[in-house]
């Protein structure tokens, strides 16, 4: 599941990236690639299968297999665009995940979204196909905030109010 925040939820948003983005295709895969004004700069992504693709089991394998083969590219790309994959073949063209990872890896090669500093990540880039994938939709972990009263090792006392009111046992 691609995560909440890197989704392209609205249906609006969805149109406007279908009309107006630049499309880049191959095999069962096309991209439609819009650049969006995020702030902070972020990617957002949906996959669409039409009922051309073939029955709901098949239409949603192949979202299935093009969403895990974005989930290894997500790092590697540009930031600040909002993408479209909308999957034209069927489940025989696109069977398994390094041919999706193929898919993508030339799509994102034509419309030149990967990110040139990724290519220098000491980690290797992005995953070729059929190498497992090794990243994750998650944020980064957020930093611990400093308390002021986290370092003395008690729990700090509760307000007045709350000690104040009678337990539920109590109230007779």
């Known amino acids: ?3 909440r925040h890197t989704r392209l939820r609205e249906e609006a948003d969805v149109r406007r ?3 107006r983005g630049k499309a880049s295709a191959h ?3 096309v991209a439609r690639v819009l650049p969006n004004h995020t702030d902070p700069p972020q990617n957002r992504y949906t996959v669409i299968a039409g009922k051309k693709s073939g029955k709901a089991v098949q239409r949603n394998r192949l979202k299935r297999l093009t969403r895990e083969a974005l ?3 997500h790092p590697y790309l540009r930031k600040g665009y909002d993408i479209a994959f909308i999957c034209r073949g069927t489940l025989e063209e696109m069977p398994d995940l390094p041919t999706a990872q193929e898919c993508l890896r030339r799509i994102f090669a034509k419309a030149d979204l990967i990110d040139p500093a990724a290519r220098l990540n000491p980690e290797g880039g ?3 196909p059929g190498e497992p994938v090794r990243t994750s939709w998650t944020r ?3 930093r611990p905030v400093d308390r002021p009263d986290a370092g003395d090792g008690e729990s700090p006392a509760p307000p007045e109010s709350v000690a104040a009111r009678p337990s539920s046992n109590e109230q007779g």
Do not use: E, N, Q
Request: hydrophobic residues 45%.
């Open 1 to 3: 599941m691609i995560a």
């Open 140 to 142: 980064p972990p957020a």
């Open 27 to 29: 095999g069962a895969l």
């Open 71 to 73: 989930r290894g590219y």
């Open 126 to 128: 992005p995953p070729m």
């Open 17 to 19: 990236v279908r009309s």
